[in-house]
């Protein structure tokens, strides 16, 4: 199958099970939140695949879905999972029961602060077409020093941070919100469990993590 195919239906698979959730959790499909918010992951999601198999088709393979090696990282995502599940399902709910009264010029916020996440994410796979799904080094695999990564460690990481918070705003469940918190420790656990491999398998990596101090958050951590 040609790879701008699997890249995109693997995508709009994901957008098609985000809304299984938050439709079944909130017990309507009246839900013009989740309706924007799924709009704009899947549009954005499809233009960053045109975007790729224009000018480095090889960035679409090494982001398909695949199965981490690492015990620990297989353990990172399974959390993971579960707790993007709970904040779906809890945006859901919160719509079900009305806890939240998000103002709706607050909830396009969110999707246009998606829309941007996603579109940072497409600059960081640009800087870095190494990035991949899964923990590991590629044979020959560069440090990339520049642009994002001249700044923090892990731009694709503040990417996914960004998108925790973005998305319960998106979808108007404030309550959602406190679900990120166990998200972060979760993706701090995947930060330090990868940068372990990166300074072993990696040459020059220690080197670089003395450069650039900050490995998520400028200034901060």
Same mark, same amino acid.
Not at 10 to 22: D, I, K, S, W
Not at 95 to 123: D, I, K, N, Y
Not at 182 to 198: F, N, S, Y
């Given at each position: 199958?040609?790879?701008?195919?699997?890249?995109?239906?693997?995508?709009?698979?994901?957008? !098609?099970?985000? $809304?299984?959730?938050?439709?079944?959790? %909130?017990?309507?499909?009246?839900?013009?939140?989740?309706? #924007?918010?799924?709009?704009?992951?899947?549009?954005?999601?499809?233009?960053?695949? +045109?975007?790729?198999?224009?000018?480095?088709?090889?960035? &679409?393979? /090494?982001? &398909?879905?695949?199965?981490?090696?690492?015990?620990?990282?297989?353990?990172?995502?399974? !959390?993971?999972?579960?707790?993007?599940?709970?904040?779906?399902?809890?945006?859901?709910?919160?719509? /079900?029961?009305?806890?939240?009264?998000?103002? #709706? %010029?607050?909830?396009?916020?969110?999707?246009?602060?998606?829309?941007?996440?996603?579109?940072?994410?497409?600059?960081?796979? @640009?800087?870095?077409?190494?990035?991949?799904? @899964?923990? $590991?080094?590629? =044979?020959?695999?560069?440090? +990339?020093?520049?642009?994002?990564?001249?700044?923090?460690?892990?731009?694709?990481?503040?990417?996914?941070?960004?998108?925790?918070?973005?998305?319960? +705003?998106?979808?108007?469940?404030?309550?959602?919100?406190?679900?990120?918190?166990?998200?972060?420790?979760?993706?701090? #656990?995947?930060?330090?469990? =990868? =940068?372990?491999? &990166?300074?072993?398998? &990696?040459?020059?990596?220690?080197?670089? %993590?003395?450069?650039? /101090?900050? /490995?998520?958050?400028? $200034?901060?951590?």
């Amino acid at each position: 199958m040609n790879i701008f195919v699997k890249s995109v239906a693997a995508h709009l698979q994901g957008v !098609a099970m985000t $809304g299984l959730v938050l439709f079944l959790a %909130a017990g309507t499909v009246n839900y013009w939140q989740a309706w #924007t918010y799924l709009a704009v992951i899947a549009a954005v999601g499809v233009l960053t695949s +045109i975007w790729f198999l224009r000018t480095d088709p090889e960035v &679409l393979r /090494r982001r &398909l879905p695949a199965a981490e090696s690492r015990r620990s990282q297989k353990l990172v995502v399974a !959390a993971s999972f579960a707790l993007w599940g709970g904040l779906l399902a809890v945006s859901g709910l919160d719509h /079900r029961f009305g806890w939240s009264e998000v103002p #709706t %010029a607050l909830c396009v916020a969110g999707s246009v602060l998606m829309a941007v996440q996603m579109g940072l994410v497409a600059l960081v796979l @640009t800087q870095n077409s190494h990035a991949k799904v @899964t923990v $590991g080094v590629d =044979e020959d695999q560069p440090i +990339i020093t520049t642009g994002m990564y001249a700044v923090i460690r892990h731009p694709m990481y503040a990417c996914t941070a960004l998108q925790t918070v973005a998305t319960p +705003i998106a979808l108007g469940s404030y309550w959602a919100l406190a679900v990120a918190v166990p998200i972060g420790a979760v993706l701090v #656990t995947r930060i330090l469990d =990868e =940068e372990e491999l &990166l300074c072993t398998e &990696l040459p020059g990596y220690a080197d670089y %993590a003395q450069r650039v /101090r900050h /490995r998520l958050v400028p $200034g901060i951590w």
